[in-house]
C-alpha cells in the first residue's frame, strides 16, 4: 500500500490469518478495515442487482468430477483467476 493506504478485506477464502511487518503499517499511516456485515435482506438486495445489472460470475475452468483432483491442485497453488466449476 502506497503512505496513508487503506486495506479493505472481506471474506476469509484463502485462510484466517495474515502477517505484516506493524512497524511499516504505522510508519506509514496505513489503515486495515474489515468490510461490515450484512443482514439477510441486504444480501438478498445485493443478488437482485446483480442478476437484474446482467452480471456474469468469471469462470476460470470447468472440470468433470473426474478431474476433481486437477481442480484442487490448481485451486491449492493459486492458479486460478475467478471460479472452478465443477460438473458430475
Known sequence: ??????LVFCGATTG???TFFLPHAY?????LLGAGGYSRADFAEMLSYYWAAG???????????DHLGE???????GDVIGKL????
Not at 500500500?1 to 487503506?6: F, K, N, S, V
Not at 510508519?27 to 489503515?31: A, I, N, W, Y
Open 71 to 77: 481442480a484442487q491442485r490448481r485451486m491449492e497453488a
Open 27 to 31: 510508519q506509514l499511516g496505513l489503515s
Open 1 to 6: 500500500l502506497r503512505p496513508q493506504g487503506r
Open 16 to 18: 484466517v490469518e495474515a
Open 55 to 65: 452480471f456474469e460470475p468469471v469462470v476460470d475452468t470447468v472440470y468433470p468430477l
Open 85 to 88: 466449476v465443477v460438473t458430475p
